[in-house]
């Protein structure tokens, strides 16, 4: 069966000493009541070591947001894959809107990154999604089919097989509009049709496709009802410790 997972993009947010106090009081949170899922908190690269560190006698995993495309070499200010998974991190996210959309990562740069993730041992945590204009034409099914295509369904089964995807609507990321529960489980269906089409259906069966944009306490529970929704890739309420909680506890 596969794993429900509810974890936290904290993005450009805390710095070090903030990170280690919230990481802190989560770990505090969830120590004296076992969540029901699997959580994954994804910091910047330079609280990774010292939250892996801090959280490693805990339930809570530690993700990166990012990681170079390269292996190694003379690529000043990037982090290798690599580097990451020597912090004690596990997950890595790989494909966020902001970084296609800001930073210009195409389908062949996530390809490599997955690879290089992959092949360092980090379980990459794949977003994709569509824009608003694109969901206003029709075109999401489209839209999220070209992004696994162009990225990751070069890889193995069994590379695959670690694979958690993120659907996470450009549209709904922190701008207070959530998909309702009906079109996330819509398309999270669609895409799980498109794993079986790929991978067959055993593999689509144990991949985790979590919900982004905009999940909160309030809407939780009602978008994990379905039976698609495996969880969420939470933003902004996974900057305060009650907030994130409260998602957690919709398991
Ligand atoms: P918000 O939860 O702030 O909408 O962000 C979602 C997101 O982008 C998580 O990766």
Redesign the pocket.
Known sequence: MRKNIVAG?W?MNKNLQEGVALATELKELLASEKPNCEVII?TPFIHLATVAELLKDSVIKVSAENCADKASGAYTGEVSAEMVKSTGATYC?LG???RRMYYGETYEILKEKTLLALANGLKPIF?IGELKEEREAGKQNEVVKAQLEGSVFNLSAEEFSKVVL?Y?PVW????GLTATSDQAEEIHAYIRSLIAEKYGEEIAENTTILY?????GSNAKELFSKPNVDGG??????LKANDFKEIIDAF
């Open positions: 993009n993005k994804g996210i966020h809107s902001e977003c993120a996470e709904a990321i922190g701008t982004g944009g905009s999940c909160k890739l939470i933003g902004g309420a996974s």
